[in-house]
Structures are given as C-alpha cells and as structure tokens.
C-alpha cells in the first residue's frame, strides 16, 4: 500500500532551537516529495524534491531527499514563534499510469517564546 | 492578486440536506481538487479536475459530487449520503497536475 508517514506527529521546542521533521514513504514510481506549511487554514508551498542529496534552502528552512532510503527532512534553524504551524508533507507518484499524491498526517510545531 | 477562493468559511448542515462549497481561481491553472482534512490525519482527496468538464473521483469520493463547467470554478457538493460530513475542506488548483499545489483558505463544515 502506497504510504507517507511523518514523524513526529507533534512537537514543542522554544525559540532560537533547531528542528527536524522527518518524511518516510513507500510508494511505486516516485516523482518528488513536496513540503507545505500549513498556518491556520491555507498550506502554503515550502520545497520540491525531485534528486536525491541536493539540498533546498530557504532563509532559515533547508530540505532534503534520500531516494535510497526513501525520506525527506525539512530542519527548520534559530526557530521563531511565526514557525508554529503543521508542516505536510506529500509524495507525488505514478500508479496504474495516472499521477497520484498522497499528504502525510503532518506535524504540528509549536514555537514558545 | 491572484489567487484561490473558497467560501463560505464556515457552514452548517442539516441532515439530509445537501450543502455546496464554492471553490474559484484566478490563476489560470487547469487542475483543481478537493480534500478534506480530520483531525490527526493528512489530507485525502476526495475529486480532482484536469481540465474542463472533466473530472474523476479521488480516494473518498462516496458522498461528494463536483462538477466543472468553468475553468475558474470547481464546486463541491457534500450530499445527504455522506454521513459524516464533519471536516475541514480544502480546495486547490495547479499548473500541472499534481506539481506545487495552492491552497484556498478551507471551508470547516459541521452538522447541526
């Protein structure tokens, strides 16, 4: 069965800490891995993965992928109170010749001051 | 701006009542979709577009209906046989199908 899984399903650090989300799947004919943060209501997109170890950056937020190992990690550094959010992560992949994606549960991350 | 619409944010439902959630953009994209969110679970699709007056089911499309006789609309009908309605929907479009998806604001839908 196709799957993603995120770990962990929550997690409470305080600011100027460094996290690490983690993003395991199992799915046939992989495509690329895509990273939401989702604030509120609206996710909004973070990275795309497609190759394995290029890492993507983005201010304080870096991503990469292991295609061998089949997982993704989104490290989030010097954490502010505005990263509070649930971070999703969903895995595009190709099944009976039609693309598919599939989210995973998602993270919820709180900042304390 | 451009941009993806949904309303109304927040919606009642009455038992055997059907109820529509209304999903527009403006970005010119060709795909749409509909998923719906429980707590504690990732987001599950419920029907996706590709193209005008197209359109197929997803992985828990029992109970919902779509129609898309616009590009810029996508609507998405919960119906009386959907018997637990209770959730938050989120309506999305892109470019290409299944590439870098933007998110409308959701809809939280309960039942009275």
């Known amino acids: 069965e196709d799957k993603v899984v995120q770990s962990p399903l929550s997690l409470v650090v305080h600011e100027g800490d460094t996290v690490t989300l983690n993003c395991s799947y199992e799915?046939?004919?992989?495509?690329?891995l895509l990273w939401y943060k989702q604030e509120k209501k609206a996710p909004t997109f973070l990275f795309m993965l497609t190759s394995s170890g290029i890492e993507k950056k983005s201010g304080r937020l870096s991503s990469i992928l292991d295609k061998k190992e089949l997982f993704s990690i989104l490290n989030i550094t010097a954490t502010q109170t505005g990263d509070s959010a649930v971070y999703l992560c969903a895995v595009e992949f190709v099944s009976s010749n039609t693309g598919k994606l599939i989210f995973g549960q998602g993270t919820t991350l709180q900042v304390k001051p | 701006d451009g941009g993806i619409t949904q309303s109304p944010k927040y919606l009642f439902r009455k038992e055997g009542q059907n109820v529509t959630l209304s999903c527009e953009q403006n970005?010119?994209?060709?795909?749409m979709y509909w998923y719906r969110q429980d707590p504690g679970q990732g987001l599950r699709l419920i029907y996706y577009?590709?193209?005008?007056?197209?359109?197929q089911k997803g992985d828990i499309a029992e109970g919902y209906s779509v129609s898309r006789e616009k590009k810029e609309s996508f609507p998405l009908t919960v119906t009386s046989a959907q018997k637990n309605p209770t959730a938050f929907y989120l309506c999305?479009?892109?470019?290409?199908?299944?590439?870098?998806?933007?998110f409308g604001s959701g809809t939280q839908l309960s039942v009275l």
């Open positions: 999305a479009s892109s470019y290409l199908t299944n590439e870098k998806l933007f």
């Open positions: 577009s590709q193209i005008v007056n197209d359109f």
């Open positions: 799915v046939t004919n992989f495509r690329s």
């Open positions: 970005l010119n994209h060709d795909a």
